[in-house]
Nanobody, 121 residues
Framework: QVQLVESGGGLVQAGGSLRLSCAAS????????MGWYRQAPGKQRELVARITRGGSTNYADSVKGRFTISRDNAKNSVYLQMNSLKPEDTAVYYC???????????????WGQGTQVTVSS
């Protein structure tokens, strides 16, 4: 059983900062890519940022220069530092991980339960 547990969401004023954390736990052989997605009301879920096990990153154009993704492989954790937040960043943020539960098996995608980020103007 694999779980992804997020923390760090909340309410912040425009221009403020928040840091999201996500830890994967359970029967895990290796965690490969990890990432953050978000879904605003009435919109589709979209990629915010993604990081490979080796540390390569990619970001949505809307967050480049403001958000930074990082990870700690020893803790199977991923983080999202969000600075200069805007009201349009308001959404439920989901952690995602692509991982293997055995060395010989396939990769699987897992999702966290989501954490609300609300940015007031």
């Amino acid at each position: 059983q694999v779980q992804l547990v997020e923390s760090g969401g909340g309410l912040v004023q425009a221009g403020g900062s928040l840091r999201l954390s996500c830890a994967a736990s359970g029967s895990i052989f290796v965690v490969n890519a990890m990432g953050w997605y978000r879904q605003a009301p009435g919109k589709q879920r979209e990629l915010v940022a993604r990081i490979t096990r080796g540390g390569s990153t990619n970001y949505a154009d809307s967050v480049k220069g403001r958000f930074t993704i990082s990870r700690d492989n020893a803790k199977n954790s991923v983080y999202l530092q969000m600075n200069s937040l805007k009201p349009e960043d308001t959404a439920v943020y989901y952690c995602a991980a692509t991982l293997k539960i055995t060395g010989w098996g396939p990769e699987h995608d897992y999702w966290g339960q989501g954490t609300q980020v609300t940015v007031s103007s």
